[in-house]
């Protein structure tokens, strides 16, 4: 974690800043809709509906 970290502060210093202003990348992306989520709160896990196989 601590070489990530290090890693993370040498590029900064170096200036590239693309790679900061693009970030997160592999971060999920659910409830962007800040005022939806707030109206609308997601209280209970519900499991996703399996695919149903092909007859």
Do not use: Q
């Amino acid at each position: 974690f601590c070489d990530a970290l290090l890693n993370l502060a040498r590029r900064a210093k170096a200036g590239e800043a693309a790679r900061f202003k693009a970030a997160p990348f592999h971060a999920p992306r659910r409830r962007l809709d800040e005022t939806a989520a707030a109206r609308k709160p997601v209280l209970r896990w519900t499991p996703a509906e399996a695919p149903k196989a092909a007859e």
